[in-house]
């Protein structure tokens, strides 16, 4: 039995995007992957674009997950929103708070990700897979790892079903995470998110505002490369493909990949994992 995989899109803005994504998406399911989650934007302003994706998703015969966002909501709206979840035939969602968009008021009726999974269960029981986030390196606005650690226990025993982490490039990171959480007796699955790495600022920038850690000598070797685009993306498959190595190797649940709508740095990870 091959390791789990799963892959996340975002919505395209444009009709070329749409049809780029499409292909990305055949060229992927060749791996057979578990489900495939499409991001919301903060408030939740690429709804439709994420529903329409979603929905080509599933119309493909595969299983699709929306990201759903609580920040800014109110119960009746969360409500409609699963009505129309249900209604299209998704039986997987990503429960997360979201960001606060910019000039943006209140939080709405719902504070935290723990309160939206806790409403999604009462409102709807066993329908839904809820996926949560975890932060292995911590939550960028969390006043402590202990606190983030304890909001995250929260998001499991309001009835989180599994969790896929933030990105990281140091699997002790991870591996401790997942201790302390059992520890704190959430022991759901904890999938490992992976970022492929295809160009330094991107990444530097993405990561800076993330909460996710680039070890200083994977930066420094960045830097170094300068415009060097093929040295750049061999060093990146490198890096990435030792992680996901000793991840599997460690026996990780599965490994869910952030694939920025680019199927061929995943594809060429998994063929050199033989799980291609």
């Known amino acids: 039995m091959g390791l ?42 690429t709804q439709d674009g994420t529903l329409q994706t979603v929905q080509a998703i599933l ?14 909501a109110s119960r009746e709206s969360v409500r409609e929103k699963l009505d129309l979840f249900k209604s299209m035939g998704l039986r997987r969602l990503v429960a997360l708070r979201g960001d606060l968009p910019s000039g943006y008021g209140g939080m709405g009726e719902f504070r935290y990700a723990a309160d939206l999974v806790a409403f999604i269960r009462a409102e709807t029981g066993d329908h839904f897979h809820l996926e949560v986030a ?25 009835g989180a079903s599994s969790a896929i982490t933030q990105f990281f490039f140091n699997s002790d990171a991870y591996f401790r ?20 790495i295809t ?55 599965g490994l869910h990949f952030y694939t920025m709508n680019q199927s ?3 594809l060429e990870i998994l063929r050199r994992l033989d799980l291609g």
């Open 4 to 45: 789990p995989l799963s892959f996340e899109f975002f919505p395209p803005k444009t009709p070329e995007g749409v049809a780029k994504l499409h292909t990305v998406r055949q060229q992927l399911y060749v791996t057979k992957p578990e489900f495939c989650s499409v991001t919301y934007g903060a408030g939740g302003s």
């Open 59 to 72: 119309d493909e015969g595969q299983q699709g997950a929306s990201h759903f966002t609580c920040v800014g």
């Open 134 to 158: 975890a932060y292995p390196e911590t939550h960028p606005q969390a006043k402590s790892a202990q606190a983030d650690l304890q909001a995250y226990a929260a998001k499991v025993k309001a």
């Open 177 to 196: 995470f997942v201790d302390d959480a059992y520890k704190l007796g959430a022991e759901v699955p904890v999938v490992p998110g992976i970022m492929p």
């Open 199 to 253: 160009n330094s600022a991107g990444l530097l920038r993405f990561a800076d505002s993330c909460g996710a850690e680039i070890p200083r000598w994977i930066r420094l070797r960045l830097q170094g490369y300068g415009d060097d685009v093929e040295s750049i993306k061999a060093f990146g498959l490198d890096v990435v493909t030792d992680l996901c190595d000793q991840l599997r190797n460690a026996g990780v649940p």
């Open 264 to 266: 061929a740095p995943v």
